[in-house]
């Protein structure tokens, strides 16, 4: 489904050059949950943005259903990116001028469309516990309101692969548990691929393989 061949990506910055990625090689089979665990600076939200085609890796390759992204032209990999990806990440990525119900639906704007998406952006918005919120703006939400949007406008689409950033980071135990619980569901019901970078063990710990990386090596958990 999404497999990275001798992946390497390095940073000059400072006078220094940092290998973010080095030589990676991972293979996530269609329906597969895998977490990335790894200290701060190890190379993971690096790793999520070549995967997903935002980052150019400086040589080895990335393969999306056999498709390697990195060989296409730049309209057919936003394309790709459309149609397949959902990225939950890092940081608050919100569009502040639209509605909460907005930003759920924006990404499905730019693919072939929906039948229902209203329909489907609010469902997804009570699955992560806004159903009250959807005529906010996102100054309006708190940072983890905001990044449960995020969490819900990464699926409007029903893309194939979703990769996620600390998708819990700032949020409480309960509702990071029913995060969760939505991740697992539309993994079983789907064969959504999941890739997620993740801090907390008990995440990592529900999904069916850890990876680790580090200084930009990737390793299975031991
Ligand atoms: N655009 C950039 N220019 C220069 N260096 C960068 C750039 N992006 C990342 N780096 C460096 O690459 C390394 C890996 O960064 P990355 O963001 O992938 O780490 P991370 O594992 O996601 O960390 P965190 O857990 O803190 O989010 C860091 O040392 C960082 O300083
Ligand atoms: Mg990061």
Request: net charge negative.
């Amino acid at each position: 489904m999404i497999e990275a061949i001798n992946l390497s990506k390095t940073y000059q910055a400072g006078g220094q050059i940092l290998a973010a990625a080095d030589r990676v090689n991972v293979n996530v089979a269609r329906g597969e949950m895998v977490a990335v665990v790894g200290h701060s600076g190890s190379g993971k939200t690096t790793l999520l943005s070549l995967l997903g085609g935002l980052t150019r890796p400086d040589s080895g390759q990335v393969l999306i259903d056999g498709v390697d992204i990195w060989s296409l032209a730049d309209s057919a990999l936003s394309e790709l990116r459309n149609r397949k990806l959902g990225f939950i990440y890092q940081f608050a990525s919100l569009i502040p001028t639209l509605s909460v119900l907005d930003n759920v639906c924006l990404p499905s704007t730019f693919g072939p469309g929906l039948d229902n998406l209203i329909g489907t952006a609010k469902e997804l918005l009570a699955q992560v516990g806004l159903a009250d919120k959807a005529n906010f703006y996102p100054a309006q939400l708190s940072g983890g309101q905001q990044r449960r949007v995020a969490i819900a406008r990464a699926f409007i689409s029903a893309p194939a692969v979703i990769l996620a950033d600390e998708p819990t980071g700032d949020l409480d135990e309960e509702t990071e548990r029913e995060i969760i619980n939505l991740f697992r569901r539309v993994n079983e019901e789907q064969a959504t691929t999941f890739v997620i970078v993740t801090h907390n063990r008990e995440i990592a710990a529900q999904t069916h393989r850890q990876l680790v990386m580090k200084d930009g090596v990737l390793d299975a958990a031991i």
